[in-house]
């Protein structure tokens, strides 16, 4: 399972960057000019980089040595102290926020692949989803003044919706999955008088509530409303907030929840899906995998999250892996060469395939499994929170998750709740305005 990365762990990254005040090319650790070295922290994909850099040598006699360094945070940490002794490898890939991207690249760790991606008319950049290249980019006059550009080359990507359970929604006598919150609503009584539990996921885990939370508040408010509250300009006890908070009640309130499900962690919820203990889930793309190993036979298919408004679209988490190349690398041609290579859509088929993952080549669909194209298709409702102008501040995220459970659990109204994360809001806002005085 993946999740996103630690915010109390990029605010380091981000000082150790900002201490380095380093401008220019940096050398790369790679002085070997017949080996491209990668770094990363793929643990589930590293035997299938692996294969394909043999079968890149085979076919060019050049070769690529793959480096795995886990679990992430350690992987980070690696980088870093890379970048500060200036021996960084060839290719690797930048973890946390679009600020500590931006980071890296002033600081010249990353090369601008721009024209290499549109030279000559290339196809290279329209073999991508949309979304999985825009995170690697920087548009006009965006808010890091990072030359508007393409710094990073996307290898798979994860779109996080709902899973429903064909076999016993149809037990309960529904024909099709709900398009809207008030048919979810009814769905999950209608389980209820089969004696069929509704909805679980590993809401233990505070990120996955953040994430099911957002998707609903992006549908309610649309994405600008939702920026101007992270950055202070509307508050959590506004009604279109107050209307998201009230999901998580009315659901509560029809009794929709696996029992346990804010101190569930996210393997035991897909266990519980695994094993047809609820009709519908919240989960990763990632799922596929894990749901095969526990039950090859399960029947169940892939959708958005049912809307509450017409107003704006539903909008879904969508997260993936990428690598840059050093920009001081003296392998870059051969690095930005093997890229393209890799990520062609034989390449792209092939690492699918082995991995389960959804490839960001979308020419390279065709290979993979009929569930894994179900979370392709969401992939135009993607929003990936790493790329957001503005993101909300640890603490503030934090009382607003523990604000979400007590609402399931009964023990405080989303009014209380509300309260509560906006008094942690205007604390932040507070220091903030301190520090800057």
Known sequence: MRKPFSCVFVLSILAVI???????CTFGKNKNTDTITVWHWMTDRHDALVELAQKYERETGIKV????????????????AAAQAKVLPDIFGVLG???????????????????????????????????????????????????????????????????????????????????????????????KRVGLAGFVSGWGEAWLIDCFASNYAFNVMGEEKVMATYRGKVKYTDADW?????????????????????IKGNKYAEQDFALERAAFAFNGSWCVNVYKDMNPNLEYGVML???????????IWYTGSSFVVNGGSMNKQK??????????????????AETKNLPANKKALSAVDPILSGFAKGADYGTHPTAWRVNEHPKVSERFTKGIQ?????????????QEVQAAKEKVLERESRRKN
């Open 242 to 262: 107050i209307t998201v908070f009230n999901l998580f009640k009315i659901l509560a309130d029809h009794d929709a929840f696996v029992k346990g499900i804010v």
């Open 18 to 24: 900002s201490a380095l005040n380093i401008t220019g």
């Open 97 to 191: 926020e679009k600020k500590v991207f931006a980071s890296f690249i002033e600081n010249g760790f990353v090369a601008d692949l721009t024209n290499d991606f549109r030279l000559n008319n290339s196809e290279w950049e329209s073999s991508f989803f949309p979304k999985a290249l825009a995170v690697n980019q920087f548009e006009e006059s965006n808010i890091y003044k990072i030359r508007p550009g393409i710094y990073g080359v996307p290898i798979d990507v994860t779109t996080i919706q709902m899973l429903y359970n064909k076999k016993l929604l149809k037990q309960a006598g529904i024909t099709n999955p709900p398009e809207t919150f008030q048919e979810l609503i009814e769905d999950i009584e209608a389980l």
């Open 406 to 418: 007590s609402i399931i659990i009964g023990e405080k109204t989303p009014q209380e709740v509300a």
């Open 65 to 80: 040595n793959f480096e795995l360094y886990a679990p992430s945070d350690a992987y980070s940490q690696k980088v870093i």
């Open 335 to 352: 690095s930005i060469d093997f890229l393209k290579w890799l990520t062609a859509r034989e390449q792209q088929a092939v690492f699918a």
């Open 305 to 315: 999250p049912p809307a509450v408004s017409k107003n704006f679209p539903m909008a």
